[in-house]
């Protein structure tokens, strides 16, 4: 079945430590996004990318890392420069023109 | 960036009452999509309306945009526990970016 796979489900940073969060799709979709999402609240655009090897900044890049080096692929890092890590971080994808598609998100917390 | 406002931000009803959530966007939306989550879940899209004025439904929700295309409404009529959840509106900008609104959490009482 065609679709999105986000990993892991639930995650722990220490204090200092980078950590990558890992988002794959088999939809053949040319876009793809991650958005973070904290309790009771929408969901905040980090990074997107509409090409392999291309990506933009979204509205709250600072902290965070990407790279697109294959179509199916848009793994995120949280880097330690990131000082209120916790959230729900969704990733999505999307033909040109269509509709998103998501995965069923990471968990990450702080220990 | 785009702004979507949601409203009410939290909405509690009594199983079979009829329910409406409104979405209102800062700039023209030339796409509007509406999406349902579970807690601690990915998003499903529900409905996408582009022309002023169009309205949809599936099953017991009905989305419209309004004719000047910078306000969405959905209505859900008998409202049932299946439809508790948050429903968020999003749109895409000339840029190919998804913004998002703000979330509305339902919860439904049987």
């Known amino acids: 079945d065609g679709g999105i796979t986000q990993s892991p489900k639930y995650l722990f940073r220490k204090e200092g430590q980078n950590v990558t969060l890992s988002c794959e799709q088999n939809?053949?979709?040319?876009?793809m996004y991650w958005y973070r999402q904290d309790p009771g609240q929408g969901l905040r655009l980090i990074y997107y990318?509409?090409?392999?090897?291309?990506?933009q900044k979204g509205d709250i890049a600072e902290g965070y890392s990407v790279s697109r080096e294959k179509k199916e692929s848009f793994p995120l890092t949280v880097t330690s420069a990131q000082k209120n890590p916790t959230a729900f971080y969704l990733c999505a994808s999307s033909s040109v023109g269509g509709k998103l598609f998501f995965g069923s998100g990471t968990q990450l917390s702080v220990l | 960036s785009q702004e979507l406002e949601q409203s009410p931000q939290s909405l509690i009803v009594q199983e079979g009452k009829n329910l409406t959530i409104n979405c209102t966007s800062s700039k023209t939306l030339y796409g509007l999509y509406w999406y349902k989550q579970k807690y601690g879940e990915g998003l499903i899209f529900l409905m996408m309306?582009?022309?002023?004025?169009e309205e949809k439904s599936h099953e017991k929700i009905t989305a419209k945009l309004d004719e000047k295309k910078q306000q969405s409404s959905l209505h859900i009529t008998a409202s049932q526990p299946s439809h508790a959840g948050i429903y968020l509106c999003?749109?895409?900008?000339?840029?190919?970016?998804?913004?998002f609104g703000t979330g509305t959490s339902l919860t439904v009482i049987p």
């Open positions: 309306l582009q022309k002023g004025g």
């Open positions: 990318s509409q090409i392999v090897n291309d990506f």
């Open positions: 999003g749109a895409d900008n000339t840029g190919n970016q998804f913004y």
């Open positions: 939809l053949n979709h040319d876009a």
